[in-house]
């Protein structure tokens, strides 16, 4: 049951990231996130049968730290009102609603913390829940800020390199996933984001 719960609040955390992605764009003029139906938290439209179930059940599996991925929302730079400025509040705006969704979680374990007496089931299993969406919402993005393509970091790496780096740098793309399974089988990647991860959630977590 455990299993199932983290693998719906990390599918809720990474379809609010893709679609924080396509309505941010939105905003900044460019509709083709919306137009192909993609702005909604429906998971039918965003699941991707790797990222979203098979990888985040084999990290269970092996007690690895969960995360995964939705299908990306599709985003036309084109039509964005300032294509290299806008693209760059695109790239980041996945990481900032999970960190968002990380505070407004470690709000409700302090209040339930501070407030709640009775030691209820109802109360035990909101608490849990709460602190899953805390821990997921913290991992996600950082893990999405790594600078290896196609992540967030090396979208907005790229968007501020100048264009001969920019273009050097594109090349590594790719091989992007490659390098990013390689990260995870060395425990290298965990190596980076771990002390971050474990400071803010000891934070936001009242730890």
């Known amino acids: 049951m455990n299993y199932i719960l983290q693998i719906v609040v990390l599918l809720f955390s990474v379809i609010v990231h893709e679609v924080a992605h396509g309505y941010i764009a939105y905003r900044n003029g460019d509709d083709t996130a919306k137009v192909m139906g993609r702005l909604t938290l429906n998971p039918v439209s965003h699941i991707d049968l790797f990222g979203s179930i098979i990888l985040p059940l084999m990290l269970l599996l092996v007690n690895a730290p969960?995360?995964?991925?939705?299908?990306?929302?599709?985003?036309?730079?084109?039509?964005?009102?300032?294509?290299?400025?806008?693209?760059?509040?695109?790239?980041?705006?996945?990481?900032?609603?999970?960190?968002?969704?990380?505070?407004?979680?470690?709000?409700?374990?302090?209040?339930?913390?501070?407030?709640?007496?009775?030691?209820?089931?109802?109360?035990?299993?909101?608490?849990?829940?709460?602190?899953?969406?805390?821990?997921?919402?913290?991992?996600?993005?950082l893990f999405n800020l790594i600078p290896v393509p196609p992540l967030d970091g090396s979208r907005v790496v790229f968007l501020?390199?100048?264009?001969?780096?920019?273009?050097?740098?594109?090349?590594i793309e790719p091989y992007g996933f490659l390098i990013i399974f390689a990260l995870l089988a060395t425990g290298i990647l965990w190596k980076i984001i771990a002390p971050i991860a474990y400071f803010l959630i000891s934070i936001l977590g009242g730890r």
């Open 66 to 141: 969960v995360f995964g991925w939705a299908k990306p929302v599709p985003i036309n730079p084109l039509k964005l009102n300032n294509p290299k400025k806008d693209m760059i509040w695109v790239s980041l705006a996945g990481c900032a609603a999970n960190f968002a969704l990380a505070i407004v979680s470690g709000m409700g374990m302090y209040l339930i913390k501070t407030f709640v007496t009775a030691d209820t089931s109802v109360f035990v299993s909101v608490y849990y829940i709460l602190n899953l969406m805390l821990v997921i919402n913290i991992i996600l993005p």
């Open 160 to 171: 501020l390199l100048p264009r001969e780096a920019a273009a050097k740098y594109a090349k």
